[in-house]
């Protein structure tokens, strides 16, 4: 099983680290999952790559770039991947992690949805096709869950 994150490059707090870190176990015990998918963004993205590597996670990078920019790899974390892809425009690194998972986990800098924010923009994609998808609040909190029953076991 392919497992997409998404999450704030301002990096996760504490209890929403740990919360992913729960969740990562959950779906590699109990549903074989053994490949994380992020977007090679600091903060968030690198942060859960490492932990899915802690957690012997092969993981593969899509970094991404503004739109319409030239390439800007400011934000790049260069995590150190089983996989790397080519960079591409963060929208369409965004729709390409989505489709190469089964879940999409995100992980906000805010409870409230927010239109101008990629973590956002890829829950909504996640939304819009036949994904697993789980996303955790930044006090840790579960915001949405919808999916994950089909995956068969209990959450």
């Known amino acids: 099983m392919d497992v997409g994150l998404t999450a704030t ?8 680290f740990w919360e992913l ?9 109990e549903h074989g999952a053994a490949t994380l998918h992020h977007g090679d963004c600091i903060g968030g993205d690198v942060e859960g790559a490492v932990i899915a590597n802690e957690l012997g996670y092969r993981t593969v990078a899509y970094p991404g770039h503004p739109e319409g920019a030239p390439r800007d790899d400011r934000f790049r974390a260069y995590h150190h991947s089983s996989e790397i892809r080519e960079p ?16 999409l986990i995100g992980c906000p ?11 956002w923009y890829t829950i909504r994609q ?18 949405e869950q ?3 029953d089909l995956l068969g076991g209990a959450a």
């Open 126 to 143: 996640a939304r819009v096709r036949p994904r697993a998808l789980l996303v955790i609040g930044p006090r840790g909190d579960v915001l």
């Open 21 to 29: 870190r729960r969740w990562l176990i959950w779906l590699r015990d």
């Open 88 to 103: 591409a425009e963060y929208k369409a690194r965004d729709r390409e992690i989505v489709s190469a998972c089964q879940v």
């Open 109 to 119: 800098d805010s409870s409230v949805e927010r239109l101008r924010s990629g973590t």
């Open 9 to 16: 490059r301002r990096g996760m707090i504490g209890a929403q």
């Open 146 to 148: 919808r999916g994950l």
